[in-house]
């Protein structure tokens, strides 16, 4: 695969809090969900890697073309935590709000920052 990156790109970062409890414990929905959506989005996954904490807690790391998806829960504060970096111009809207429809968050606090680079 042949990858030029472009100039303009940007940055998401989405926390949901008050996610039940079971939702953020089942690692191979948010996996399967995060793989899925983002594919369907266009962008190309290269690699992924996991960590399931103990007691509690996931992060799950998503290695694009275009960059990267991060994915970490903390079950002791009912919060999930997305951040997406991407050196294009591929609509995530669609990612976050899925997440937001699977996941049911009483709360979401979402920033979306667009980066210009210059070569």
């Given amino acids: 695969m042949e990858f030029k990156a472009k100039e303009k790109g940007y940055d ?5 809090s008050g996610v039940d409890l079971n939702k953020l414990n089942d690692y191979d929905s948010i996996k ?5 959506l983002l594919k369907n989005a266009g962008f190309n996954v290269l690699d992924s890697v996991e960590h399931k904490f103990s007691p509690q807690g ?3 790391v998503i290695l694009l073309a275009e960059s ?8 002791e504060y009912k919060t999930i935590y997305f951040h997406l970096y991407t050196c294009g111009d591929k609509d995530s809207t669609v990612i976050f709000s ?3 429809e699977i996941l049911n968050p009483s ?3 979402m920033k979306k920052e667009d980066i210009q680079v210059k070569f």
């Fill in 98 to 100: 899925k997440f937001k």
């Fill in 68 to 75: 990267h998806f991060a994915v970490h829960t903390y079950p």
């Fill in 58 to 60: 996931y992060t799950f």
């Fill in 12 to 16: 998401v970062t989405a926390i949901f």
């Fill in 107 to 109: 709360k979401v606090i």
């Fill in 32 to 36: 399967k969900n995060s793989l899925y």
